[in-house]
C-alpha cells in the first residue's frame, strides 16, 4: 500500500507527491497493521519513543507476508485498481487517495494521467541519492527522476515520452536512433529540417554527432552491466564536467582528441567559454588525448565510463590503458575493463590467463603481466 510506502521510506516518496501531503500515521497503521499495537492505549497517547519502536516494526514487515504483491505488479503505479478490477470503464487514479492521506492545499489536485502525475508514479522508485558528477547527475543508475529533474524539458516532457511503462525494456534499448530523436523534435521542432539541424549540430545528418541524446544525454550512467545514459539533459558547452575533466559528450565520441581541441571546437561552434585556470590544473597534459587521461585518472567513475567507451568504439589504440585498469582498486572498475578488454581483445581472460576482476592483487597482478606479453604491451597504467 502507498501508506506503508510512505512510513517505510519518507524521505524517498515524500519528495515525489505532485501535492503536498500529510499521512495520519498513528490512525493509518491502527487501521491497516492493527497487529503492530499493543492495544493497551489509542493512537494518540502514543509517545515519541513508542512510535519510533512502533516504525521500526514496521519497516522489519516481510513482504512476502504483508506485501499486496511482490515486484512491479499493475498496483505498485495504480496504486488501488479495486474498482477498475471489478469494472474496466471506471480508470485508476494516477494519485493516492484516503481517508488518512490530506492534501496541505486543502483541495483534492488532478487525478488524471497529467504529466506530473506520471512522472511522481516514476519518481516513487527512481529517486535518491547518488555520488555525483562535477554537472550534479548521478554517477550511477536508478536515480533518474532526481537526475532529469536538475536539468533541462522536464517542466514538460513525461517519462513515458521515451519509455513505456507496459513494457519491458529488455537487454538492448528498443528504440532506433530515429525514434529517440523524433521524441526530442517533437518538442524542439525548430530542428525538424536537415539543414536547420545541421547548422546547430555540426555534423552531418544521421551520423552518431547529429543524435540529440548523444550529445544532450551521453552514455555517463554506471549501469548493472552496461554504461546508460543520463537522464539530465544538458549542454556539451556546460562548463562544470570539461573544466573537471569528467566525461564530456564530445570526447566521449572523439576519444583521441585532445582538451585543447575540444575547447577550440566549442568556442568556434558555440561560442562557449571555459576557465583556462581550471583546464590548466585539472589536465596535467593539454596536448594528451582525453580518452587516455580518463582511463588513467582520479575520478574512479570516470575511468569506469571511458573503459567502456573505449570498448563501444572499438578503440584498440587505447588497449594498454585497458589492461592497466584491470588492476584498478575499484571492483567495478576491473569489471567494466575486463569486459572492455575482451571485446577488443576477442580473449577470455578467465580461460586464457586465469584472470578475473575479483581476485584479490596477488592474484590478479601476474595475470595481467602474462596478458601483457601475450599481446605485446609494454607496462603502464594501473599495474605498475
Given at each position: ?177 530515429e525514434q529517440d530523436d523524433a521524441s526530442c523534435i517533437d518538442c524542439h521542432q525548430e530542428y525538424t529540417q536537415p539543414e536547420v539541424r545541421f547548422e546547430h549540430t555540426k555534423h552531418p545528418a544521421g551520423s552518431p554527432g547529429d543524435r540529440c541524446m548523444n550529445c544532450h544525454m551521453p552514455q555517463i550512467n554506471e549501469g548493472m552491466q552496461d554504461v546508460v545514459r ?73 575511468r569506469l565510463v571511458a573503459a567502456e567507451a573505449f570498448a563501444r568504439q572499438q578503440a584498440q589504440w587505447g588497449l594498454a590503458e585497458l589492461v592497466g585498469m584491470l588492476n584498478d582498486p575499484y571492483l567495478l572498475n576491473r569489471q567494466f575493463a575486463q569486459k572492455a578488454v575482451e571485446l577488443l581483445t576477442q580473449r577470455k581472460l578467465d580461460a586464457e590467463v586465469g ?30
Amino acid at each position: 500500500a502507498f501508506g506503508d510506502m510512505m512510513i517505510r521510506n519518507p524521505k524517498r516518496i515524500g519528495p515525489s507527491l505532485p501535492e503536498p501531503s500529510v499521512l495520519e500515521m498513528n490512525e493509518y497503521i491502527a487501521s491497516v497493521r492493527p497487529q503492530l499495537w499493543d492495544g493497551l492505549r489509542p493512537p494518540s497517547a502514543l509517545s515519541s519513543d513508542a512510535l519510533k519502536s512502533l516504525i521500526d516494526d514496521y519497516v522489519g514487515l516481510d513482504a512476502r507476508d504483508d506485501a499486496i504483491a511482490l515486484g512491479v505488479s499493475c498496483e505498485a503505479c495504480h496504486l488501488g485498481c479495486l474498482q477498475h478490477a471489478e469494472d474496466e470503464k471506471k480508470k485508476p487514479a494516477f494519485t493516492a487517495s484516503s481517508p488518512y492521506l490530506h492534501l496541505l492545499r486543502n483541495a483534492r489536485g488532478d487525478n488524471g494521467r497529467s504529466q506530473q502525475n506520471i512522472n511522481a508514479i516514476c519518481a516513487r522508485c527512481h529517486t535518491g541519492q547518488r555520488p555525483t558528477y562535477a554537472a550534479g547527475m548521478s554517477t550511477w543508475n536508478s536515480t533518474e527522476h532526481s537526475d532529469a529533474m536538475r536539468g533541462a524539458c522536464y517542466s514538460q516532457l513525461s517519462c513515458i515520452k521515451c519509455h513505456d511503462p507496459h513494457a519491458a525494456t529488455g537487454k538492448v534499448w528498443p528504440k532506433t536512433p530515429e525514434q529517440d530523436d523524433a521524441s526530442c523534435i517533437d518538442c524542439h521542432q525548430e530542428y525538424t529540417q536537415p539543414e536547420v539541424r545541421f547548422e546547430h549540430t555540426k555534423h552531418p545528418a544521421g551520423s552518431p554527432g547529429d543524435r540529440c541524446m548523444n550529445c544532450h544525454m551521453p552514455q555517463i550512467n554506471e549501469g548493472m552491466q552496461d554504461v546508460v545514459r543520463t537522464h539530465t539533459i544538458f549542454s556539451p558547452t556546460q562548463a562544470d564536467m570539461i573544466h573537471e575533466n569528467q566525461p564530456n559528450a564530445c570526447n566521449l565520441c572523439h576519444l583521441d582528441k585532445s582538451i585543447e581541441w575540444t575547447v577550440k571546437t566549442l568556442g568556434e561552434w558555440y561560442a562557449a567559454e571555459f576557465d583556462p585556470g581550471k583546464i590548466q590544473e585539472n589536465y596535467p597534459n593539454p596536448d594528451q588525448a582525453v580518452g587516455l587521461g580518463w582511463l588513467t585518472g582520479k575520478h574512479q567513475p570516470t575511468r569506469l565510463v571511458a573503459a567502456e567507451a573505449f570498448a563501444r568504439q572499438q578503440a584498440q589504440w587505447g588497449l594498454a590503458e585497458l589492461v592497466g585498469m584491470l588492476n584498478d582498486p575499484y571492483l567495478l572498475n576491473r569489471q567494466f575493463a575486463q569486459k572492455a578488454v575482451e571485446l577488443l581483445t576477442q580473449r577470455k581472460l578467465d580461460a586464457e590467463v586465469g584472470y578475473w576482476y575479483y581476485q584479490a592483487p596477488s592474484e590478479r597482478e601476474p595475470r595481467i603481466a602474462m596478458l601483457r606479453k601475450q599481446l605485446g604491451l609494454t607496462a603502464s597504467g594501473g599495474d605498475e
